[in-house]
């Protein structure tokens, strides 16, 4: 709906959408399908934008979304099997689409952190096949379209998206959030600093200065491989990168007559529990703190900011009762860390629910506190079951360079239909050290 990256930095004569005069002469509807390969799960969206007049920025006007488990790097042993799981959901797409407009539909796939922890080859076989699967369909598959995203990008346009939510891009006493995404392979923190120093201490990976809106930007975001909170259970155990299934992995922040199979990344593990004497939510923790301590970048600055917590920090605020999963709602750190020693306590007594539960809450807790650096006090807003990643969606900009479009404030929660936002821009150039946005990156954040 709204280009936040401002259009002057939309550089490029090829356009991935239709162009506003030919859209308009065929119709004023068009379509874009975007997939979001996550490391748990894959996810279509199906875009349908209108476009009103051509003195008019297009709108979203719908958006049909569905998922499928595991994610595809499950199937990195049998690449032709993950395609087929992306099939599925394309042929959706197919249901949904009129054929008149089949080939000026843009298809996009953008993996995370999933791929990016396979060995390149395989994780480049399982893009070949989709590729292949794409360009098979009747579809417009454009160049560099299937692909990994990298971690920058997917904080960068999480936190766009959060911002664009939460009214604050629109807003002339701009305050803006911070972001906390938990993803299973992969978390990201990004925020906009406001004090000189932590421009100054951060290493310049991770500050990405961008434009939008005639607003410039220098965001601190960092995206931690291999921190998702399914890798960092392997990381737990110790069997992350382990190629052994005979071997037994035990913990002692899992219930101690447990023994069981899971499978992550296309391999099997075993795991279990420890003896009783060194269950519970001391050894946990400490067991815990071993995968965290020093591994992660702790700038002073987050303890006064705002920060909006979701995907896996939202699902397990949601699984142990700590918010309301449709209102979502404030948490402080030591919430997390009192939960995790209620659950992790009760390990030896009860056998319920998931095993995982008393791990993955010490590792959030672990994770804030020693990894980021917040305080016990410090708040969380755990608002949504917000899906980010690369769910948004790019179209190269409708607008020629230079021509604009006016930031119309804009709220999208108040009576909004739609949970996803639309962010649409082009690569960045010009200024300098702008960061370039590469070909068909986009960010759609659906908050449902
Ligand atoms: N972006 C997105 N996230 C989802 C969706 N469904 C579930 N999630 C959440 O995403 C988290 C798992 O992260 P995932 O994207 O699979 O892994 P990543 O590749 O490390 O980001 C969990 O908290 C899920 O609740 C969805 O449809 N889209
Ligand atoms: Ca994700």
Redo the contacts with the bound molecule.
């Keep these: 709906e709204v280009d936040v990256f401002s259009p002057q930095y939309g550089i490029g004569n090829e356009e991935l959408l239709p162009s506003r005069s030919t859209s308009l002469n065929i119709s004023n509807i068009f379509y874009g399908i975007m997939f979001?390969a996550?490391?748990?799960?894959t996810?279509i969206h199906i875009y349908t934008f209108m476009q009103k007049s051509s003195a008019e920025p297009p709108h979203l006007d719908n958006e049909i979304?569905e998922?499928v488990k595991p994610?595809l790097s499950a199937y990195v042993d049998q690449p032709e099997q993950g395609a087929e799981t992306v099939r599925g959901l394309l042929d959706m797409a197919k249901q949904t689409i009129p054929s008149t407009h089949w080939s000026s539909t843009p298809v996009v796939l953008k993996a995370?952190?999933?791929l990016r922890l396979l060995p390149e080859q395989k994780a480049q076989a399982l893009l070949s096949e989709v590729q292949e699967l794409f360009e098979e369909s009747p579809f417009l598959v454009p160049d560099e379209c299937v692909s990994i995203m990298n971690g920058t990008y997917?904080g960068i346009l999480a936190w766009v998206t959060i911002n664009f939510l939460t009214g604050q891009l629109y807003d002339q006493n701009q305050r803006t959030v911070g972001i906390l995404?938990?993803?299973?392979?992969?978390?990201q923190i990004t925020f906009l600093p406001q004090a000189e120093s932590t421009l100054k201490a951060a290493s310049e990976k991770y500050i990405s200065p961008f434009e939008m809106f005639n607003r410039s930007y220098k965001l601190y975001t960092h995206s931690y491989l291999g921190f998702?909170?399914k890798a960092a259970r392997l990381a737990i155990l110790g069997a992350l990168g382990g190629k052994d299934e005979s071997r037994m992995y035990r913990s002692s922040c899992l219930p101690p007559s447990l023994k069981a199979e899971w499978k992550f990344g296309g391999i099997n593990y075993k795991y279990g529990g420890m003896a009783e004497e060194v269950t519970g939510f001391q050894s946990c923790y400490a067991e815990v703190l071993k995968v965290i301590r020093e591994k992660l970048d702790q700038p002073a600055e987050i303890r006064s900011r705002t920060f909006y917590a979701?995907?896996?920090y939202?699902?397990r605020a949601v699984d142990t009762g700590m918010i309301d999963g449709d209102q979502g709602g404030i948490i402080l750190v030591k919430d997390f860390e009192m939960k995790a020693n209620k659950v992790c306590e009760a390990l030896t007594e009860t056998n319920t629910g998931s095993p995982f539960l008393c791990m993955d809450l010490t590792y959030i807790t672990a994770l804030l506190k020693e990894g980021f650096g917040f305080y016990d006090h410090t708040e969380l807003q755990v608002r949504w079951?917000a899906?980010?990643?690369?769910?948004v969606w790019l179209f190269r900009s409708h607008y020629k360079t230079g021509e604009g479009i006016p930031p119309t404030p804009f709220s999208p929660l108040a009576g909004s239909t739609h949970k996803s936002v639309l962010v649409r821009g082009g690569p960045h150039q010009g200024a300098e050290g702008i960061r370039e946005l590469p070909r068909c990156q986009a960010t759609l954040?659906?908050v449902g």
């Design positions: 979001d996550g490391s748990t799960g996810r979304f998922s994610g995370t952190a999933g997917e995404d938990l993803g299973g392979a992969s978390t998702g909170l979701f995907s896996y939202y699902d079951r899906y980010s990643g690369t769910t954040l659906s």
